[in-house]
């Protein structure tokens, strides 16, 4: 293990079972993800792109192997250990935002303040985030107010409520246009950059490899390859 590595998946696999039918979703997957890359896993549907993200949150267990963040094993974790993990150290984003509806944006990042100890005015701290992801002039719409662009910049706003170092994001353009898209892409790449935050994302689309720090090719349930970009692009230079 290098000094910098802040996630690492060792031999692990994960089964489904349908009724008599084992699913193995991911067969011997060794993975290591150095702190404050942007790394893009990148694969056809069905390699187990969200189920290595899943195993990575502790939302899910392995089969067998370990899953190492920081030098600890989380599948060793009790309930509370695990619980503790997902909300003080990882932010979520999904492709279809995940809002809730009948609050404003503002609101939607307060709510995700509020599971966190804080200081100071929990208001202002929401406004902050949001000024972060460029929509502080939005913070009193509601997300049938905002386009699907916004609405993911709220979601991006919320996750990084807990000041977690670590950004899951699974498919989080697959809902969007082009010009959309890309905005979310900059938002995400600029949390690495000025932020630190390691950053996991999961797609199925190419294109979007070329900004990544590193590309992982995951098929059949196990990482096939990997690039290391030296130079990755701009998110508004990618070619949709
Ligand atoms: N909860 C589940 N129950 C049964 N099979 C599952 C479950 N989740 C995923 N799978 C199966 O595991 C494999 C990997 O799925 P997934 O990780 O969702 O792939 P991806 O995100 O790359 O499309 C697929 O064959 C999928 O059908
Ligand atoms: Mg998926």
Known sequence: M?????IRLESVNKD???GEVTVHA???MDLEVPEGAFTVLLGPSGCGKTTTLNLIGGLDDPTSGKVVIEGEDISSY???QITEYRRDSVGFIFQFFNLIPTLNARENVEFALALHKNHGDVGEKALGLLEMVGLRERAD???SQLSGGEQQRVAIARALANNSRIILCDEPTGNLDIGTGQQVLRVLHD???ERGVTVILVTHNTAIAPMADRVVHI???A????DINPEPSDPDELNW
């Open 2 to 6: 290098t000094s910098d590595t802040l």
């Open 16 to 18: 489904y079972q349908m």
């Open 26 to 28: 991911l067969r011997g």
């Open 78 to 80: 009790n309930e509370r």
């Open 141 to 143: 719409h509601f997300p």
């Open 191 to 193: 949390m690495s950059r």
């Open 219 to 221: 098929r059949n349930g």
């Open 223 to 226: 990482v096939e390859d990997i």
